[in-house]
């Protein structure tokens, strides 16, 4: 019998099936982001702990430095691959895959790296934040400081307002998307500039509910029938070099319940909250879009936050 947390991680996305990883494992720009992260960040001889580790290919891109990484999988069929999967690759042997639930587990001794990387859009569905927040306290108390360095180091998260289509082949079907960030999509129209709403550095305490209210300039006429969200994962930072190695999800659109119409220079407000790790339905619920100046209308003295 399962217990309402691994109820809720069957539900929310933490017992991804084996046969998507192949999705994760064949996105070059997480494979290449992390593997040049976590290159930059393990240094000759470090220890390395990854909560939430799936094939355990992260593992092994730190194996090539680390002297030992803790590899932690709570999915039993993704144990076996992993350990399976690694085996099968040079310096598998220094990743010791762990069954064990990310939220209680602790090193046997001090680290220097820890990944994970339980990331969705938002930090919806998995457990990023809240694994994280989980771990710090738990490893200073049994370890004290300093901590490790955390890959990703930091998330910036920002939404944008959207004119959508939903007509496929003449069926109207306002559903949630999920676009690549590199493809220009013919029925997606941008209609103001992007808002960042949340900026987590996991090297501070972190809050695990994101409310947010903000305003937008419209830069042309349309329909806003949806919200973009978007997430950027500062994987590690390069201070050397003063740039840092990121990697971009792919972009969330969320329909409007309640599509507003709005003219170039009108004031739209949008706000909404959820919780970290929490489903996509909770943020879609809570989420509100209104006019709150037309162009003609707004007062003389009124600034745009972000104008």
């Known amino acids: 019998m399962l217990n309402e947390r691994e109820i809720e991680s069957c539900y929310l996305g933490q017992f991804i099936p084996v046969h998507y990883h192949h999705n994760m494992l064949m996105d070059q720009n997480r494979m290449h982001g992390f593997k040049s992260a976590i290159d930059y960040a393990v240094k000759p001889g470090a220890k390395v702990l990854e909560l939430g580790g799936g094939t355990g290919v992260l593992s092994w891109f730190a194996a090539a430095k680390a002297d030992k990484v803790y590899c932690v999988e709570f999915n039993p069929d993704m144990v076996k691959e992993a350990r399976k999967m690694l085996a099968l690759n040079p310096n598998g042997e220094k990743v010791e895959v762990v069954h064990a639930d990310a939220f209680e587990y602790l090193p046997p001794e001090p680290v220097d790296v820890v990944i994970c990387e339980m990331i969705h859009v938002g930090m919806l569905r998995e457990k990023q934040v809240e694994v994280i927040e989980s771990f710090k306290r738990r490893y200073t108390e049994r370890f004290g400081g300093p901590l490790p360095v955390f890959l990703p180091e930091a998330v910036i998260m920002a939404v944008q307002p959207l004119q959508q289509e939903y007509d496929f082949e003449g069926f109207y079907a306002p559903i949630v998307q999920f676009q690549e960030t ?62 840092t190695i990121d990697w971009l999800n792919h972009y969330m659109t969320l329909p409007l319940a309640t599509p507003v119409k709005a003219r170039e220079g009108d004031v739209l407000q949008v706000s909404f909250q959820y919780r970290a790790g929490g489903s996509i339905p909770s943020l879609q619920a809570s989420l509100r879009a209104e006019i709150l100046y037309e162009a003609a209308l707004q007062p003389a003295s009124y600034v745009p936050a972000f104008a």
Do not use: C, H
């Open 182 to 243: 590199n493809v220009i999509y013919p029925g997606t129209v941008e209609l103001a500039q992007p808002a960042v709403y949340s900026i987590i550095d996991f090297n501070q305490p972190n809050d695990l509910t994101y409310a947010w209210q903000g305003k937008f300039v419209v830069e042309r006429n349309g329909e806003i029938n949806a919200m973009r969200f978007v997430t950027k994962n500062i994987l590690a930072v390069v201070s050397e070099r003063s740039t």
